[in-house]
T-cell receptor, first 111, second 113 residues
Framework: EAQVTQNPRYLITVTGKKLTVTCSQN?????MSWYRQDPGLGLRQIYY???????DKGDVPEGYKVSRKEKRNFPLILESPSPNQTSLYFCASSRQGGTIYFGEGSWLTVV | AQTVTQSQPEMSVQEAETVTLSCTYDTSESDYYLFWYKQPPSRQMILVIR??????QNATENRFSVNFQKAAKSFSLKISDSQLGDAAMYFC??????????FGTGTRLTVIP
């Protein structure tokens, strides 16, 4: 079954404590990206990757890092989380120009 | 820069009736894709329908259809014979670059029994 898997699905953490949200896809997709969803703002792209070792900033990259060492994985790293990074996060993957598959979302609360 | 505007934060429809959700966008590109996504309370992102800008024919998927007006940069979603399961947040999205999506702010649809 085609899947984009995110972990953790729910997390409460404290300000400044580094965390990583993992994303893995089993479809051999070249393209992966991260979005955050906030009330009244829709989904906004954080970072994207067009292939292994190729990443670029989206619209709201501040406070986030990513890496793409393997084709299937695209972790989102918050080096020093702050309360304004409390949000619902989505990972997505696709072939170029193909259907975009979304993960189930990760709820992150920073206190 | 591309923008996507959904001017209706909330809409409601009687069960079995028809509702239209509005979306306008701005772009300088001539070839692009537009999408409607449904997000139920589970927060899962579900693709409802897609439209290629180079196609004049409006896309249709069962009870869902679009009215794509390229010159006016308008992309509305019509839901016919509304069902309780259609209640959700609906997002209009524009695809830019290889596969980046730019979303509107969403319209919350309530279906009244």
């Amino acid at each position: 079954e085609a899947q984009v898997t995110q972990n953790p699905r729910y997390l409460i953490t404290v300000t400044g404590k580094k965390l990583t949200v993992t994303c893995s896809q089993n479809m051999n997709h070249e393209y992966m990206s991260w979005y955050r969803q906030d009330p009244g703002l829709g989904l906004r792209q954080i970072y994207y990757s067009m292939n292994v070792e190729v990443t670029d900033k989206g619209d709201v990259p501040e406070g986030y890092k990513v890496s793409r060492k393997e084709k299937r994985n695209f972790p989102l790293i918050l080096e020093s989380p702050s309360p304004n990074q409390t949000s619902l996060y989505f990972c997505a993957s696709s072939r170029q120009g193909g259907t975009i598959y979304f993960g189930e979302g990760s709820w992150l609360t920073v206190v | 820069a591309q923008t996507v505007t959904q001017s209706q934060p909330e809409m409601s429809v009687q069960e079995a009736e028809t509702v239209t959700l509005s979306c306008t966008y701005d772009t300088s590109e001539s070839d692009y894709y537009l999408f409607w996504y449904k997000q139920p309370p589970s927060r899962q992102m579900i693709l409802v329908i897609r439209q290629e800008a180079y196609k004049q024919q409006n896309a249709t998927e069962n009870r869902f259809s679009v009215n794509f007006q390229k010159a006016a940069k308008s992309f509305s979603l019509k839901i016919s014979d509304s069902q309780l399961g259609d209640a959700a947040m609906y997002f209009c999205a524009y695809r830019r670059g290889a596969n980046n999506l730019f979303f509107g702010t969403g319209t919350r649809l309530t279906v009244i029994p």
